[in-house]
């Protein structure tokens, strides 16, 4: 029998590829990826990101559990330009992550959620789940977390806990890239989450794994000189570490990848995390124009300020909103 969560999943019919950005409220997008003074025209980013992309990245979710008039009122957002769109949602980092994380190794030992952080962090997934907006629960692990029999058991035990929802893990150590943690996934239909990141030391290099059928791909970025910037602090340096935009090369190296993860899957997720001044914006597009053969729309700021977009974007007509302006800022992705 299907519980209510997964009784409201989006129902897909044919393959299909989503593209989108990781967050999108960022004060630094404001005049490149959205018009100047947006807020004054009193127009929602969710209203105008959701013109270009049939998905984006939750971050807020991941620094404390989503507040469900929040929640209604994204949805209400993105169903008004494309009510096709699917959120994805990170995990409360309360359930994957240390709370002195920036200090210290995580590991199934530091981790320590509490009932009450369920309780309200299902309030949030299912207030979208409602909707009908829900796409993925992604579930991010730190490098530190790492295959080991104490983790195994404790990962085993979240995915059962949040069953219900269409579950995607992130794992960025090596350690988890062998035959059996794919078997497990396979076992239990979670997907598992192909990312790009600074290889440095263990690190996950590339991969094109497909366990369920959900497919994912997040790109970082190749940022090498600032990954480990403190991400604890307000500084510049946490905004650095997401500061590169992807070459032609990279982006093409990718669309193949993509492209056989898409073959295995039903539905194939691909976020650009690289956000600093909206590079996930670029990117995001130049991989949608890659993937679909077909020249896309873009915010006609964001092809002033990247020109070479030109070759592959027209810019988007202006569109002026009468909707009020009703902003719960997202916090800083990770």
């Known amino acids: 029998m299907e519980s209510p969560a997964q009784a409201r999943q989006p129902q897909v019919h044919e393959k299909e590829i989503r593209i989108g950005t990781a967050g999108w409220s960022y004060k630094d997008w404001d005049g490149i990826f959205y018009p100047s003074g947006m807020q004054r025209r009193k127009q929602h980013p969710l209203e105008y990101l959701a013109r270009f992309f049939d998905t984006t990245e939750i971050n807020t979710s991941f620094y404390g559990p989503l507040k469900p008039e929040w929640a209604k009122l994204w949805c209400r957002k993105v169903a008004a330009v494309n009510k096709n769109f699917l959120f994805t949602a990170k995990l409360y980092r309360a359930f994957t992550h240390s709370p002195i994380a920036v200090m210290a190794p995580t590991s199934a030992a530091t981790i320590r959620p509490t009932d009450e952080d369920e309780a309200r962090t299902r309030e949030g997934l299912d207030a979208i789940a409602d909707e009908g907006h829900l796409g993925v629960l992604l579930i991010q692990f730190p490098v530190s977390f790492k295959n080991t029999s104490l983790n195994r058991d404790y990962l085993e035990r979240l995915l059962r806990q949040f069953n219900e929802y269409p579950r995607v893990v992130e794992v960025r150590d090596s350690s988890w890239n062998n035959p059996a943690t794919l078997a497990t996934f396979a076992q239990k239909d979670v997907g598992f989450c192909n990312i790009d990141q600074p290889v440095l030391g263990r690190s996950l290099a590339p991969t094109e794994h ?28 946490r905004n650095d570490r ?88 997202e916090g800083p992705p990770s």
């Open 210 to 237: 497909v366990t369920s059928a959900i497919g994912y791909v997040r790109l970082h970025g190749r940022n090498y000189e600032h990954w480990f910037a403190d991400q604890g602090s307000d500084s510049d340096n």
């Open 242 to 329: 997401y500061n590169y935009l992807y070459n032609q090369r990279e982006l093409a190296g990718w669309k193949e990848r993509i492209e056989s993860v898409a073959e295995r899957a039903h539905t194939t997720y691909v976020i650009t995390n690289n956000h600093f001044e909206s590079k996930a914006g670029v990117n995001a597009l130049e991989l949608k124009a890659m993937i679909s053969g077909k020249r896309v729309l873009a915010p006609p700021t964001l092809i002033q300020k990247y020109p070479e977009l030109r070759s592959i974007a027209d810019p988007a007509e202006d569109s002026s909103a009468s909707t009020t302006m009703e902003l719960p800022l």
